[in-house]
């Protein structure tokens, strides 16, 4: 995971950390350090820049707060795929990224900024903040207890009844927060690779994964991806229990059913 909860999703097989030149590191460990050491990295650059003023301190709390509540998420409803192992020079790599130069520089671009943002931008910036981080956090919990309790099925309620990765939405919205008081187009290149070389591949295969539920078909019509539907949310859509209880297609099934469609 390069951006946000699942962005990044390793590849390689569960195993324990190795000793010896074949050592791996879980996946999980790199995140989870990035998040909780991103606020005392906000505030070593506030010192570092000198900049004490209202903006640094409001971004300061936005993006220094994700990290803790990306904590309490991971705490409480962690994400298997992130307890995938990296070998050692690909978690440097990934290391980068996350940390410098790579993420971590949408908080030296806002920070080393010393002018005021409006009151206008800070409003924007705060209500893109809650309000993706609410649709991440409460998007996450559904998909983790529904797939602990309610195993092969597709997830069509709640949170995903109208839009089909709430969580990615959240997380651009909460991101597209940080480049607003960034106020630098770098920020929003570093937000855009993320977002092409993790957020979409990994919905892409998300998607190709569903396809193989009967009621794929009826659900993509009804849902956007980041987004809800307003006008099926509007006419009260809604898949029929028949279609959503039926399980997922082996691959050779999906594959027929796509030739005959």
């Not at 989870?32 to 903006?55: E, G, H, V």
């Not at 994700?66 to 690909?90: H, Q, V």
């Not at 520089?105 to 924007?124: P, Q, R, Y």
């Not at 959503?244 to 099934?253: F, N």
Request: one cysteine or more; proline letters at 5%.
């Amino acid at each position: 995971k390069y951006f946000g909860h699942s962005s990044f999703q390793p590849t390689c097989s569960v195993s324990y950390p190795e000793v010896g030149p074949m050592a791996r590191i879980p996946a999980y460990l790199l995140i989870n350090a990035q998040k909780m050491t991103t606020l005392f990295f906000c505030l070593y650059c506030m010192w570092r820049y000198d900049n004490w003023s209202t903006t640094a301190w409001v971004y300061t709390a936005l993006h220094g707060s994700y990290g803790y509540c990306w904590m309490i998420k991971e705490s409480a409803f962690p994400n298997k795929a992130l307890r995938d192992t990296l070998p050692i020079p690909l978690a440097i790599v990934v290391g980068m990224l996350l940390f410098l130069p790579g993420y971590w520089n949408i908080c030296v671009l806002a920070l080393s900024n010393k002018e005021e943002a409006s009151g206008g931008l800070l409003f924007a910036a705060i209500f893109a903040y809650v309000i993706g981080i609410v649709c991440m956090m409460i998007s996450d919990c559904q998909t983790h207890f529904c797939l602990k309790y309610n195993p092969g099925h597709l997830i069509a309620e709640g949170m995903t009844r109208y839009v089909r990765h709430p969580n990615y939405g959240g997380e651009v919205l909460l991101y597209t927060s940080f480049c607003l008081l960034a106020r630098h187009w770098a920020a929003w290149l570093i937000l855009l690779w993320g977002y092409a070389g993790a957020m979409l591949p990994n919905n892409l295969k998300k998607e190709a994964s569903l396809s193989r539920y009967p009621a794929w078909k009826a659900y993509k019509k009804q849902t956007f991806m980041y987004v809800p539907n307003l006008f099926a949310a509007a006419s009260g859509a809604e898949l029929s229990k028949e279609l959503l209880s039926q399980g997922k297609r082996s691959e050779e099934q999906a594959d027929t059913s796509l030739l005959g469609a």
